[in-house]
């Protein structure tokens, strides 16, 4: 099983039960339980931060002066920006679902930091919860030509006792075009989706 696969499964999967905030645990538990009824993605709402970075969705990153842009191809989701031009974070962000990102280089490496999430999202596929106070710290570094390493810090004390850090490794598709997705179109999954 590929190592970013098994995170976005289980992106907390490196914390002890102890570090994870017992209302957070016991509301994955209940999402598992419930055989994942409620998740986003199937009823076509955005799948959110940290998660599209830990899945193998395929994105374009689109560099200008001063904006980064990244577009997924997945369920509807509004590009991705982030901001490069040296401002600071809004003092009262209006929280969304990718945040609200602020990226400066260091080096050959991309560093951001994203804050401003709305709570909607799960933070990964076995149904983590994350709270408004979520805040990420993404490292972009690109190894060579097609391969970059991604290392994502995830800091919620409202829902993990600790930050921590997962690691993925995405590759270039050089000869790959983004296609349309339209999830509201042609859904058919959450009449499916009954639980327990």
Known sequence: ?????????????????????????AVSKQRMETLQKDQPWARCLPTGMPLNEAVSIPYRIVHTPGLIVILY??????????????RPFPTNPNPTWLG?????????????ETAGFNDKTWLDQI??????????TERFHRLDFGHME???????????????????????????????????????????????
């Open 73 to 86: 191809e997945e369920f509807d989701t509004v590009p991705r920006h982030i901001f490069t031009d040296g």
């Open 127 to 136: 149904g983590h919860p994350h709270t408004e106070a979520l805040h990420l």
């Open 1 to 25: 099983m590929e190592d970013g696969f098994r995170h976005a499964r289980n992106i907390a999967a490196d914390l002890q039960p102890e570090e994870v905030q017992p209302w957070a645990e």
């Open 100 to 112: 609200y990102s602020i990226g400066k280089w260091e080096g050959d490496t991309l560093i951001v």
């Open 150 to 196: 991604l290392q994502i810090t995830v800091n919620d004390p409202g829902a993990f006792m600790r930050p921590f850090t997962f690691m993925r490794h995405p590759k270039l598709l050089a000869d790959y075009d983004m296609l349309e997705f339209i999830c509201t179109e042609n859904e058919r999954d959450a009449q499916h989706l009954v639980g327990k």
